[in-house]
């Protein structure tokens, strides 16, 4: 009889603990269910966050290079004072719908720097209208003496382009001072009575056959050079400096300027118009400083 209720008592205890685990494993299930649930929700959340900053990421990029004529121009004129030459060309053809562009001075359109630095810039600003006034192997007297600013005045070009007769001057052999006189009044001329237009001194290519040959002055074009410069400095007119760019990235890439040009040394082989096109597009794209 004991035995029997004692097993009855056992039954009872062993089904009791049984509901228990059962009632208890689902409350657990449930939770960890629910907690799962959560994690994931959130996880949807973050990912939904992280999708929509990329979508408003791309969408001020795309602002960017969707910028309006008006909103160019705005940037430019806040940051008139430190902009580069490409730049101040292309702000001009915001300005002027085409704009003017006048080469000027020492320069020959059939040469390999004109190609270079006039497709680099019809590639990257508004409309332009080129105008060449040249006058190749001019020194800063001739242009000077001749009157030449007079045929530049008379186009009213928005942009001007004044290739410095460095390696003219020399040979012409005269001081540093007329050098300065000659170029101060050419210039003054050309800002004094266009006032608006953007004047762009632009240096030679390197000459590597007229390097440290001299005149009876001992000077060599890159004195006349360096002269040219300080009377831009002075009158706050702009350089593209190519000479200066191409020398550093020779020294950069490790050539021997002798290796960058043909046997003769009077022109560029194919990696010299290599590293002239990267002193162009250098010398064009650095910013002033303000």
Same mark, same amino acid.
């Given at each position: 009889?004991?035995?029997?209720?004692?097993?009855?008592?056992?039954?009872?205890?062993?089904?009791?603990?049984?509901?228990?685990?059962?009632?208890?494993?689902?409350?657990?299930?449930?939770?960890?269910?629910?907690?799962?649930?959560?994690?994931?929700?959130?996880?949807?959340?973050?990912?939904?966050?992280?999708?929509?900053?990329?979508?408003?990421?791309?969408?001020?990029?795309?602002?960017?290079?969707?910028?309006?004529?008006?909103?160019?121009?705005?940037?430019?004129?806040?940051?008139?004072?430190?902009?580069?030459?490409?730049?101040?060309?292309?702000?001009?053809?915001?300005?002027?719908?085409?704009?003017?562009?006048?080469?000027?001075?020492?320069?020959?359109?059939?040469?390999?720097?004109?190609?270079?630095?006039?497709?680099? #810039?019809? &590639?990257?600003? *508004?409309?332009?209208?080129?105008?060449?006034? =040249?006058?190749? $192997?001019? @020194?800063?007297? !001739?242009?000077?003496?001749?009157?030449?600013?007079?045929?530049?005045?008379?186009?009213?070009?928005?942009?001007?382009?004044?290739?410095?007769?460095?390696?003219?001057?020399?040979?012409?052999?005269?001081?540093?001072?007329?050098?300065?006189?000659?170029?101060?009044?050419?210039?003054?001329?050309?800002?004094?009575?266009?006032?608006?237009?953007?004047?762009?001194?632009?240096?030679?290519?390197?000459?590597?056959?007229?390097?440290?040959?001299?005149?009876?002055?001992?000077?060599?074009?890159?004195?006349?050079?360096?002269?040219?410069?300080?009377?831009?400095?002075?009158?706050?007119?702009?350089?593209?400096?190519?000479?200066?760019?191409?020398?550093? #990235?020779? &020294?950069?890439? *490790?050539?021997?300027?002798?290796?960058?040009? =043909?046997?003769? $040394?009077? @022109?560029?082989? !194919?990696?010299?118009?290599?590293?002239?096109?990267?002193?162009?597009?250098?010398?064009?794209?650095?910013?002033?400083?303000?």
């Amino acid at each position: 009889m004991l035995t029997c209720e004692k097993n009855i008592f056992i039954t009872i205890v062993l089904m009791t603990m049984s509901l228990l685990v059962i009632v208890f494993g689902r409350g657990y299930a449930s939770d960890q269910e629910e907690k799962m649930l959560r994690e994931s929700q959130n996880g949807n959340s973050r990912g939904d966050l992280a999708s929509q900053k990329v979508i408003a990421d791309k969408n001020v990029s795309s602002d960017t290079d969707t910028l309006s004529s008006e909103e160019q121009l705005e940037i430019y004129e806040e940051q008139i004072e430190s902009l580069s030459a490409i730049e101040r060309i292309d702000y001009q053809t915001l300005v002027h719908k085409p704009a003017v562009l006048t080469y000027y001075g020492d320069a020959d359109s059939s040469s390999d720097w004109y190609a270079a630095l006039n497709n680099y #810039i019809n &590639e990257n600003t *508004g409309e332009l209208t080129v105008e060449n006034i =040249t006058y190749p $192997e001019y @020194d800063t007297y !001739e242009l000077y003496i001749e009157q030449t600013t007079s045929n530049v005045l008379a186009v009213k070009p928005d942009i001007i382009l004044f290739r410095m007769p460095a390696l003219a001057d020399k040979a012409r052999d005269i001081g540093l001072s007329e050098t300065n006189d000659y170029l101060s009044n050419i210039l003054t001329t050309l800002t004094d009575d266009l006032p608006d237009s953007e004047i762009i001194l632009v240096e030679p290519e390197p000459e590597i056959s007229e390097i440290n040959n001299l005149n009876s002055r001992s000077l060599d074009y890159r004195d006349y050079m360096n002269e040219m410069e300080e009377v831009a400095s002075e009158l706050g007119i702009q350089v593209i400096a190519i000479h200066e760019q191409f020398i550093t #990235i020779a &020294e950069e890439e *490790g050539y021997e300027l002798t290796a960058l040009y =043909t046997e003769d $040394e009077f @022109d560029l082989n !194919e990696e010299g118009l290599n590293v002239l096109q990267q002193a162009i597009e250098r010398g064009v794209t650095t910013k002033l400083e303000e």
